[in-house]
């Protein structure tokens, strides 16, 4: 349970309530967010509920856990929040363009993606040097190796870095070279190493788990929130469906309906949501003036020699054009994107 405070509650009320709550032989651990002060019920043995604590002197209200993405809501912080990372900003008016390839693959590879973003006015160079394959004898990304190179590239043309960390064994190494530290779908219920992201400084975009409802994605978000770290980036990345004539199926509807639950910036990844590059440029449209945040793009200089993900991947010169297409459709929606940025 989550007991979110009064902001004038008075020291007398808070030691009635802790009293309160210990002769019921709960444990309680204190929080500050945005606006409130929160005191989270961490073992309630005698099955104490929200409504017999709503009550009480100094408390605004309580919520069950399941409930409880109470960092992530927009209850305690109404305004739409902007993470920021080397001077990129992500929320707010100026929209975010990142791109790069599958994985990092060579030097050259990653060069040719480096240019290609910054031309397109992206801020963001992606790539995965850690990779959650679906087989073990696909390629599984360069390690280290590839950290060192993407870091290189992504410096070389301005960009800010952004790179997937798959196990809590790499955080350090990857986090340590890495501006945006990425938790695939696959990880987005590894609580583990979410609590781990928790206590990192570093912005963490966290994408959607292929089948898990929004509340249990907010729920992911808020293991990393509530253990200090506020910078958090959700991505719709598609969902599994019925039908495998697609990868996914891209839930643009819940870009709307996240950005009402939660003042997190949501970004839309079209090249996982549908794993075709025919599709990647309308769908990323699509996204864009649906009200998201920001693009994560697959783009490869040869999408046919590509050790992933190849088929979604887009050539440098369709994200030019689409980013001539963003910069005349996202002042329709109040948005602004700069191609010179
Ligand atoms: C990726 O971004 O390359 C990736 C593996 O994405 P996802 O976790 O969405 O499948
Ligand atoms: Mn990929």
Redesign the pocket.
Known sequence: MIIVLEPGITPEQRGALGDFLRARNADVREERAAQADLVVVTANPEGLTPEQVSGLAGVSRAVSDGQGFIHASRELHPEASVVRVKGVTVGGEAFLLAAGP?AVESKAQMELCAAAVKAAGGRVLRG?SF??RTSPYSFQGLGAEGLRIHRAAADRHGLAMMS?VLDREDLNQVGEITDIL?V???NMQNFPLLKALGRQSKPVLL?RGLAATREEFLLAAEYILSGGNPSVILCE?GIRSFDPSLRNSLDLASVVLLKEMTHLPVLV?PS?ATGQHRLVLPMARAAAVCGADGLLLEVHPEPGKALS?GPQAILPEELLRLSADLAALLPVVGRSFEVSA
């Open positions: 599958c995965g990779k959650p997937e990425q695939g779908s696959r994408k990345r990844d996982h993900d």
